[in-house]
């Protein structure tokens, strides 16, 4: 079964700081690689997501960077705010044809005020 | 707007007692619908997965089923619970962007 690997598990940065998450995947079905967003007892909320024809996405203050002969991508949050503290996971196509997502584990992250 | 609703938002059940869990969706429509499973501080399982009324697909061999008898509307179900049930269960629709529900919390005892 295919896996996608997430890091580090848990996180804690600095407010104003820089958070970065990391994940890499294996083989895909199609190309669209979204980020998640989850707070305590809600469901997880699409942050921002990249087709891997662009290296680069930002929007505000969240940035994925996509290497895709690495098979590898990452989040990264500028000027971390306590706000941001939340689970986020990363998601990689899986199956074939039928929009299946494999998950990260999920990183759990905490901005200290 | 496309919304997702899912009910009850929390759930305490016995061991062997059945379940019925129902996810509708508003403002789309012949959407993909999912069913995950959320462990406490762990990532999403993929339990069920449809294209369409009356086709699922399951991906992971358990205690549960699923049916879709309305082209928005998804339910999970049990026949008889078992303690290794209980979780965060979420609905989703959605192609390559999913969209999830707000969950249920089960507890099996």
């Known amino acids: 079964q295919q896996q996608v690997k997430q890091s580090p598990q848990s996180l804690i940065v600095q407010k104003g700081g820089i958070s970065i998450i990391n994940c890499a995947y294996e083989?895909?079905?199609?190309?669209?690689f979204p980020w998640y967003q989850q707070f305590p007892g809600k469901g997880p909320a699409l942050l921002i997501a990249i087709r891997p024809d662009v290296s680069e996405k930002k929007e505000g203050r969240f940035t994925i960077s996509f290497n895709k002969s690495a098979k590898q991508f990452s989040l990264h949050i500028m000027d971390s705010q306590p706000g941001d503290s939340a689970t986020y996971f990363c998601?990689?196509?899986?199956?074939?044809?039928?929009?299946?997502?494999?998950f990260g584990t999920g990183t759990r992250l905490k901005v200290l005020a | 707007s496309q919304t997702i609703h899912q009910w009850p938002a929390t759930l305490v059940q016995p061991v062997g007692s059945p379940l019925s869990l129902e996810c509708t969706v508003e403002?789309?429509?012949?959407?993909?619908l999912y069913w995950y499973r959320q462990a406490a501080g762990r990532g999403l399982q993929l339990l069920f997965y449809?294209?369409?009324?009356?086709?699922i697909s399951s991906e992971v061999p358990q205690n549960l089923s699923a049916s879709r008898p309305q082209d928005r509307q998804f339910i999970l179900s049990s026949k008889k619970l078992l303690l290794s049930d209980s979780g965060f269960y979420l609905c989703?629709?959605?192609?390559?962007?999913?969209?999830f529900g707000p969950g249920t919390r089960l507890t099996v005892l």
């Open positions: 403002g789309t429509s012949n959407p993909n």
């Open positions: 449809s294209v369409g009324i009356g086709q």
């Open positions: 998601a990689a196509p899986g199956g074939s044809g039928t929009y299946k997502y494999i």
């Open positions: 083989n895909t079905a199609f190309d669209y």
């Open positions: 989703a629709f959605g192609r390559d962007e999913q969209f």
